[in-house]
Nanobody, 124 residues
Framework: QVHLVESGGGVVQAGDSLRLSCTAS????????MGWFRQAPGKERELVAA????????YYTDSMKGRFTISRDNAKSTVYLQMNSLNPEDTAVYYC?????????????????WGQGTQVTVSS
């Protein structure tokens, strides 16, 4: 059983940056595609970014392109999400998730393992 633990959330002001981390245990991290999702109050969960097992391929939802960067360190079994130029619309619970295979399809239902989430709140 793969266990994912996110960290790095918090309360920041508009324009600030945050880096989220997600560390995996109990599985073969290097074999997993990793994704970051988020869910804002009253909204459906959405994909933020995904990264292939070796980091060679990444995907970003359009509204995050240029502001967010996903990366991974397989030696540390950790995936990161660097978030810059945050705005109040980025306020959400951020989840990391893992799956085997490739980045696509992008659906959250393709992911097998989920963390508990970390809250990010951006004040104006």
């Amino acid at each position: 059983q793969v266990h994912l633990v996110e960290s790095g959330g918090g309360v920041v002001q508009a324009g600030d940056s945050l880096r989220l981390s997600c560390t995996a245990s109990g599985g073969t991290f290097i074999s997993y595609v990793m994704g970051w999702f988020r869910q804002a109050p009253g909204k459906e969960r959405e994909l933020v970014a995904a990264i292939s097992w070796n980091g060679a391929s990444t995907y970003y939802t359009d509204s995050m392109k240029g502001r967010f960067t996903i990366s991974r360190d397989n030696a540390k079994s950790t995936v990161y999400l660097q978030m810059n130029s945050l705005n109040p619309e980025d306020t959400a619970v951020y989840y990391c998730a893992g799956r085997r295979g490739s980045i696509r399809p992008l659906s959250e239902y393709e992911y097998d393992y989920w963390g508990q989430g970390t809250q990010v709140t951006v004040s104006s």
